[in-house]
């Protein structure tokens, strides 16, 4: 019950991977048929992963994971400052924004991956933040706060898709029709629109047109493919800035070289295909099952429930379902390594070393100290049954019982 933090990967996934691992071992650079068979694999997969995102196989680019393509937008963002500001015309700099540093808009709910980096770059003085505080009452990045926070010297906006705790749907298609007519209005630096897509792909439909942003991250073990990632930049190069981190061998346009991992490229192109083929199936799934899950939760525990992910006017992910069992001795890592079925998560899992501290996206997002201590995020997958919920929320009544019990 825990699949905001990884997937399996599906049986036609697992083939077409082990396929390539036997047949397709050759360099995707080599010009003859060992090679020609790996490219021809990567282009499908390429074909495939753009039909998921809505984009053009062009602007796909591979990477090792999400972490990797969310640290290429940041990198890249500042490049595209100083490549913008380093020409002479700018350097009274206040005419175009290019005063001062960098500076980056993201939210205070992102993934390590894109705080992280961000924090980073403030550190080292490479550049400026504003994490704009979600509502407390809607969980919600709202649009009117992120266009507050633009400068003359914002060059990136990055705001997640959904959110991995709450399931929290981020209005990023409202963000990047706002920045669109401010970047037309004026002569000032572009701003850069990226969204953090780890969550939302294979939930609910993802479509980088519809959204209208320049960069969207793909990861891959959060919808049933291996742990590999891509970027979809719309145009790399030449509509969209997109500076390598990496030198090396040419692979990837120069925009992520190093010699490709053909079958794990493979499973994500076949796992993007079984999204496209199936999205309305695993959303209309997972929304039942998160359903049922709610009711029995309520059925069970009453008023010592409290639901995390209801925000009025918010939508969020079909699958996700963030409630505490409100009690003094019913925190959540408390609840969940007593339970002897149940595997599931206080939070993030890359928070997990954090130790029992309630999540800081929960404390951000409104939830009161005592309620988020007591948290469990519950995800369900594409296989979850009615009949898992059932003793799931039966594990938890037992287990409940046993702590109340105990004191
Ligand atoms: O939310 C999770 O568990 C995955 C990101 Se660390």
Same mark, same amino acid.
């Given at each position: 019950?825990?699949?905001?933090?990884?997937?399996?990967?599906?049986?036609?996934?697992?083939?077409?991977?082990?396929?390539?691992?036997?047949?397709?071992?050759?360099?995707?650079?080599?010009?003859?048929?060992?090679?020609?068979?790996?490219?021809?694999?990567?282009?499908?997969?390429?074909?495939?992963?753009?039909?998921?995102?809505?984009?053009?196989?062009?602007?796909?680019?591979?990477?090792?994971?999400?972490?990797?393509?969310?640290?290429?937008?940041?990198?890249?963002?500042?490049?595209?400052?100083?490549?913008?500001?380093?020409?002479?015309?700018?350097?009274?700099?206040?005419?175009?924004?290019?005063?001062?540093?960098?500076?980056?808009?993201?939210?205070?709910?992102?993934?390590?991956?894109?705080?992280?980096?961000?924090?980073?770059?403030?550190?080292?003085?490479?550049?400026?933040?504003?994490?704009?505080?979600?509502?407390?009452?809607?969980?919600?990045?709202?649009?009117?706060?992120?266009?507050?926070?633009?400068?003359?010297?914002?060059?990136?906006?990055?705001?997640?898709?959904?959110?991995?705790?709450?399931?929290?749907?981020? +209005?990023?298609? %409202?963000?990047?029709?706002? @920045?669109?007519? $401010?970047? !037309?209005?004026? /002569?000032?630096?572009?701003?850069? =629109?990226?969204?953090?897509?780890?969550?939302?792909?294979?939930?609910?439909?993802?479509?980088?047109?519809?959204?209208?942003?320049?960069?969207?991250?793909?990861?891959?073990?959060?919808?049933?493919?291996?742990?590999?990632?891509?970027?979809?930049?719309?145009?790399?190069?030449?509509?969209?800035?997109?500076?390598?981190?990496?030198?090396?061998?040419?692979?990837?346009?120069?925009?992520? +070289?190093?010699? %490709?991992?053909?079958?794990? @490229?493979?499973? $994500?192109? !076949?796992?993007? /295909?079984?999204?496209?083929?199936? =999205?309305?199936?695993?959303?209309?799934?997972?929304?039942?099952?998160?359903?049922?899950?709610?009711?029995?939760?309520?059925?069970?525990?009453?008023?010592?429930?409290?639901?995390?992910?209801?925000?009025?006017?918010?939508?969020?992910?079909?699958?996700?379902?963030?409630?505490?069992?409100?009690?003094?001795?019913?925190?959540?890592?408390?609840?969940?390594?007593?339970?002897?079925?149940?595997?599931?998560?206080?939070?993030?899992?890359?928070?997990?070393?954090?130790?029992?501290?309630?999540?800081?996206?929960?404390?951000?997002?409104?939830?009161?100290?005592?309620?988020?201590?007591?948290?469990?995020?519950?995800?369900?997958?594409?296989?979850?049954?009615?009949?898992?919920?059932?003793?799931?929320?039966?594990?938890?009544?037992?287990?409940?019982?046993?702590?109340?019990?105990?004191?």
């Amino acid at each position: 019950m825990d699949y905001n933090a990884t997937t399996p990967m599906e049986p036609e996934v697992i083939q077409v991977v082990s396929d390539a691992l036997h047949e397709a071992w050759g360099n995707p650079s080599s010009n003859y048929i060992a090679g020609a068979m790996a490219k021809a694999i990567i282009n499908q997969s390429r074909q495939n992963v753009a039909r998921m995102v809505g984009g053009k196989a062009e602007d796909i680019v591979f990477t090792s994971g999400g972490t990797e393509a969310n640290n290429l937008v940041l990198h890249t963002a500042v490049e595209h400052f100083k490549e913008n500001c380093s020409t002479a015309e700018h350097s009274e700099g206040h005419k175009n924004g290019c005063a001062g540093l960098p500076h980056i808009i993201t939210s205070n709910v992102e993934h390590d991956s894109i705080r992280l980096t961000a924090k980073h770059l403030q550190t080292v003085g490479k550049a400026d933040v504003t994490c704009v505080p979600v509502s407390k009452v809607t969980g919600r990045v709202e649009v009117e706060d992120v266009i507050a926070a633009v400068r003359p010297n914002t060059c990136l906006i990055s705001v997640m898709l959904a959110n991995n705790e709450t399931g929290v749907i981020m +209005p990023i298609q %409202e963000i990047c029709q706002k @920045i669109k007519s $401010l970047n !037309k209005q004026q /002569e000032q630096l572009r701003i850069l =629109l990226h969204t953090d897509a780890a969550q939302a792909l294979g939930k609910i439909p993802v479509d980088v047109q519809e959204l209208g942003v320049d960069y969207l991250t793909i990861v891959g073990h959060k919808f049933y493919a291996p742990r590999v990632g891509a970027l979809y930049v719309n145009g790399p190069g030449t509509k969209t800035p997109l500076y390598p981190m990496l030198f090396g061998g040419g692979q990837e346009r120069n925009f992520r +070289p190093g010699t %490709e991992n053909t079958p794990m @490229i493979a499973g $994500l192109g !076949k796992a993007a /295909e079984l999204v496209t083929a199936n =999205l309305s199936h695993y959303q209309s799934h997972m929304l039942n099952i998160q359903m049922h899950l709610e009711e029995r939760l309520q059925d069970v525990f009453r008023d010592k429930i409290r639901f995390n992910s209801h925000y009025p006017g918010s939508d969020i992910l079909p699958n996700t379902c963030n409630v505490s069992i409100l009690g003094p001795v019913l925190q959540g890592w408390r609840v969940l390594s007593n339970c002897r079925r149940l595997l599931a998560s206080v939070g993030a899992a890359c928070h997990s070393a954090s130790g029992n501290r309630p999540s800081h996206i929960l404390l951000s997002s409104g939830v009161p100290t005592e309620v988020a201590a007591n948290a469990l995020r519950l995800s369900v997958g594409r296989e979850t049954t009615k009949e898992d919920v059932d003793a799931v929320v039966e594990d938890l009544r037992e287990t409940v019982q046993l702590l109340e019990n105990m004191n």
